[in-house]
């Protein structure tokens, strides 16, 4: 099993930046798919981007594309999310899932992953 645990969130002003960090523990192969996702109060969790580890592709929901990166550092076991230009409409609980996949299109379905995060809240002023 992998386990994931989140951290970075916080804190910012409309127009600002913030990078959230996962760290991964446990069973980690050579390629698996890793995400994040967001879930804003009264909503439904809802895909933010994945990356294919073992591959690095990536992909991003429509509403972040552009302004948010994914990305990882194999030797630390981390996946990252650099948040900029951030709008209040992303203002939401973060969270950080993993499957066990090599395949390079990654789900976008939460209900596919196997391990979550905890989440780290992010909250957006305007």
């Known amino acids: 099993q992998v386990q994931v645990v989140e951290s970075g969130g916080g804190s910012v002003q409309a127009g600002g930046s913030l990078r959230l960090s996962c760290a991964a523990f446990?069973?980690?192969?050579?390629?698996?798919?890793m995400g994040w996702f967001r879930q804003a109060p009264g909503k439904e969790r809802v895909w933010v981007a994945v990356?294919?580890?073992?591959?690095?592709?990536?992909s991003y929901a429509d509403s972040v594309n552009g302004r948010f990166t994914i990305s990882q550092d194999n030797a630390k076991n981390t996946l990252y999310l650099q948040m900029n230009s951030l709008k209040a409409e992303d203002t939401a609980m973060y969270y950080c899932?993993?499957?066990?996949?090599?395949?390079?299109?990654?789900?976008?379905?939460?209900?596919?992953?196997?391990?979550w995060g905890q989440g780290t809240q992010v909250t957006v002023s305007s």
């Open positions: 899932a993993a499957y066990y996949s090599e395949r390079r299109d990654c789900a976008t379905e939460p209900a596919l992953y196997d391990y």
């Open positions: 446990g069973y980690i192969p050579s390629s698996m798919c």
């Open positions: 990356i294919s580890t073992g591959r690095d592709s990536t």
